[in-house]
T-cell receptor, first 112, second 110 residues
Framework: DTEVTQTPKHLVMGMTNKKSLKCEQH?????MYWYKQKAKKPPELMFV???????INESVPSRFSPECPNSSLLNLHLHALQPEDSALYLC???????????FGPGTRLLVL | QKEVEQNSGPLSVPEGAIASLNCTYS??????FFWYRQYSGKSPELIMF????GDKEDGRFTAQLNKASQYVSLLIRDSQPSDSATYLC??????????FGKGTRLSVIA
């Protein structure tokens, strides 16, 4: 089983809203990732968690705040986003950091 | 700067033909390589990974790695219209994030 789940599938939010994206995996993977993907571009790494600790923050603006409550769950808290933040947000997990990554279905975010 | 290069396409092949997707990488220290398939509006799906020089086959897919030439390819035999998608090549180099190519759009014509 290589399933990573993400909720919600779609999200529309205003620039003053606060929302959260959720990612879950039950494969026993110890590394989890957030990516942002714009149309016709490859995924762009945002954050990496390894053993529930933030390992990498790719200079992401503070309006994006990740959280890893446990080894199976990864959240991305959103606040005061801009329209240019509209994108497909992908979660991925791997057995260990820098091993084969499996992607979730993504959350399509639209910021109005 | 670690880079993975792919021809953006579109690569058009007739149904039943072999589709050949190519990828080159700049970092000679790259150790593992991945091919992901991404349908429009969907997330990337892992197709193949390869670590060693040579060929690796899985059903209709064959990944080929040539470290001396810094070249990775994906062959899709008996291409089907359902194979039409963007194929992302990605590489790991030591303890650094996965580097993606920009993807090759494949169109299989029925």
């Amino acid at each position: 089983d290589t399933e990573v789940t993400q909720t919600p599938k779609h999200l529309v939010m205003g620039m003053t809203n606060k929302k959260s994206l959720k990612c879950e995996q039950h494969m026993g993977h110890r590394a989890m990732y957030w990516y942002k993907q714009k149309a016709k571009k490859p995924p762009e790494l945002m954050f990496v968690y390894s053993y529930e600790k933030l390992s990498i923050n790719e200079s992401v603006p503070s309006r994006f705040s990740p959280e890893c409550p446990n080894s199976s769950l990864l959240n991305l808290h959103l606040h005061a986003l801009q329209p240019e933040d509209s994108a497909l947000y992908l979660c991925a997990s791997s057995q260990g950091q820098w091993q084969t990554q499996y992607f979730g279905p993504g959350t399509r975010l639209l910021v109005l | 700067q670690k880079e993975v290069e792919q021809n953006s396409g579109p690569l058009s092949v007739p149904e039943g033909a072999i589709a050949s997707l190519n990828c080159t990488y700049s970092d000679r220290g790259s150790q593992s390589f991945f091919w992901y398939r991404q349908y429009s509006g969907k997330s990337p799906e892992l197709i193949m990974f390869i670590y060693s020089n040579g060929d690796k086959e899985d059903g209709r897919f064959t990944a080929q790695l040539n470290k001396a030439s810094q070249y990775v390819s994906l062959l899709i035999r008996d291409s089907q219209p359902s194979d039409s998608a963007t194929y992302l090549c990605a590489a790991y180099s030591g303890n650094t994030p996965l580097v993606f190519g920009k993807g090759t759009r494949l169109s299989v014509i029925a």
